[in-house]
């Protein structure tokens, strides 16, 4: 990676958002660049005196550190190795292979709400109950796991495939849970009346059949092929993470307006080999969340980034599955309340600690 500058006048190289060239050409005067750096093409080079030595006049890097198949580029040379940075993170994310899933679906909305607002809306379960009712369904998400770690890092591990225990136990398997099943040829009913068991043959069946579709679970405890855990990388990324699917999103602020902001969401899923599900007899259906997720990734490219805005989610033009639709509908709200005249203070219970472990590393860092 390089600062997006010609060593010539400072011109921007690049100006289009993304893409593939041959070399960086920048359009100013046509000094050409090779995709390591490397000044190739001085027009004109004989009217230089001196004489421009390219070997020194190459692309600015910027430093660049990987964890599977993320890259991470970093602006300041005085930051620690990315590993060192995420410490216990980088253990507790790769036995999910994130490297082994697909990119299903590539989307950023763009928001009415600084991208602090944003973080910390990702960071409690204490606003679920009252705006994703859905998760009842299938997470227990009053008895889940917080963990907080260095440098602002947090995490949280909520009990899958179960219901609510706040909530009375039904007789059937919920809908979450009935399509879980039938994933693994399993008939629902034959859990009525005993639907506490369904997280762990989920587990057993997962482990069954995911050497017949070229899974290898054997990293992962049991408990991990049935619930879902979530880490937030301080400052502003996030990773939800399950057997077989991944989210990995991310929060970016507004170059001038700090009331608005950019968020990314990067949507993996792991792929059965067909041939290979077909042979073994195991049904795999799309991820059974939402109907409306793009599972199709055209052959041999990657899927198209979509980009629209907060109205085209709430007037239903576009989805970012139904979890997330919800909190971008009453993310402008947020924003516009904590702005108010009548509101001056924050008030966290024990669930929100991870707010709070967010906002003291900003303040430890900030000046």
Same mark, same amino acid.
């Given at each position: 990676?390089f ?19 041959r ?20 027009p004109?080079?004989e ?12 692309l600015?890097? @910027? ?9 991470? $580029?970093?602006?300041s ?6 590993a ?16 082994? !899933? ?25 606003? @679920? ?7 009842a369904?299938?997470?227990d ?14 995490g949280? $591990? =909520?009990d899958g495939?179960?219901?609510n ?32 068991? $369904? ?18 679970y054997?990293? !992962? ?6 619930d879902?855990?979530?880490?937030? !990388?301080f400052?502003?990324?996030m ?8 989210l ?33 007899g ?11 997720r ?19 989610? =709430? ?15 009453? =993310? ?5 309340? !904590? ?23 900003? $303040?430890?860092?900030?000046?």
């Amino acid at each position: 990676a390089f600062h997006n500058v010609c060593q010539h006048r400072g011109a921007k190289v690049m100006v289009n958002r993304g893409g593939w060239v041959r070399e960086f050409v920048c359009p100013y005067h046509g000094w050409t660049y090779d995709h390591g750096g490397r000044l190739t093409l001085v027009p004109d080079a004989e009217r230089f005196t001196p004489p421009v030595d390219c070997a020194s006049r190459g692309l600015r890097p @910027v430093r660049v550190e990987t964890l599977g198949d993320l890259v991470f $580029v970093c602006l300041s040379d005085a930051a620690p190795p990315l590993a060192e940075f995420l410490g216990e993170l980088s253990d507790l994310i790769a036995p999910y292979d994130v490297a082994g !899933m697909t990119l299903v679906a590539d989307q950023t909305v763009h928001l009415d709400a600084n991208w602090k607002a944003v973080f910390d809306n990702f960071g409690e379960l204490y606003h @679920v109950e009252h705006i994703h009712p859905q998760h009842a369904e299938v997470f227990d998400c009053p008895t889940a796991e917080i963990h907080l770690f260095d440098r602002g890092h947090t995490g949280v $591990v =909520i009990d899958g495939h179960v219901v609510n225990t706040r909530l009375p136990i039904p007789d059937e398997p919920t809908l979450y849970m009935a399509m879980a099943l039938r994933r693994y040829g399993v008939d629902p009913d034959e859990y009525r009346g005993r639907v506490l068991d $369904v997280r762990a043959d989920v587990q057993r069946l997962r482990r069954e059949h995911g050497p017949r579709l070229g899974y290898d679970y054997s990293a !992962m405890s049991d408990e991990r092929l049935s619930d879902i855990e979530q880490y937030n !990388m301080f400052p502003n990324t996030m990773i939800t993470l399950m057997p077989d699917d991944a989210l990995i999103m991310r929060a970016r602020p507004h170059p001038t307006d700090p009331n608005q902001c950019w968020w990314d969401k990067f949507t993996f899923h792991r792929q059965p080999d067909p041939t290979v599900a077909e042979r073994s007899g195991v049904a795999f259906e799309p991820h059974p969340a939402d109907d409306r997720r793009p599972n199709d990734v055209p052959a041999g490219g990657r899927v198209e980034h979509d980009d629209f805005t907060q109205d085209d989610i =709430i007037e239903g033009r576009k989805s970012m599955t139904i979890t997330i639709d919800q909190d971008v509908h009453l =993310i402008r709200d947020v924003q516009a309340g !904590m702005r108010s005249r009548g509101f001056d203070t924050a008030v966290l219970c024990d669930d929100e600690v991870r707010v709070q472990h967010f906002h003291d590393q900003l $303040v430890h860092l900030l000046p």
